[in-house]
């Protein structure tokens, strides 16, 4: 059984710095990609960052680009999202989530199968 657990939101002030982290367990970490995406009250969930299984590639949403790095840590099963100069508009309930297919990289929430329960960020101006 595959769980995927948040961990690092929280209340910070626009231009502040927040990581958040999803330890994952009940699979083979190190063979799937990772991705982060996030829902803001009022919006559809939205992609925000996704890593390949081995870590060498990742993806943006352009929003984000400059201020969020995602990585991963294989031997850890960890998955994070380092974010910084964060603006109220990064205000939402931020999910990790894992591909259903081993060694693929996507940015549509279809392709991945399993979600954490995700972690509020709230940025305040």
């Known amino acids: 059984q595959v769980q995927l657990v948040e961990s690092g939101g929280g209340l910070v002030q626009a231009g502040a710095s927040l990581r958040l982290s999803c330890a994952a367990s009940?699979?083979?970490?190190?063979?799937?990609?990772m991705g982060w995406f996030r829902q803001a009250p009022g919006k559809e969930r939205e992609f925000v960052a996704t890593i390949s299984y081995s870590g060498r590639r990742t993806y943006y949403v352009d929003s984000v680009k400059g201020r969020f790095t995602i990585s991963r840590d294989n031997a850890k099963n960890t998955v994070y999202l380092q974010m910084n100069s964060l603006k109220p508009e990064d205000t939402a309930v931020y999910y990790c989530?894992?591909?259903?297919?081993?060694?693929?990289?996507?940015?549509?929430?279809?392709?991945?199968?399993?979600w954490g329960q995700g972690t509020q960020v709230t940025v305040s101006s």
């Open positions: 989530a894992g591909q259903g297919s081993p060694f693929r990289t996507s940015t549509s929430s279809s392709e991945y199968d399993y």
């Open positions: 009940g699979r083979t970490f190190s063979s799937y990609g």
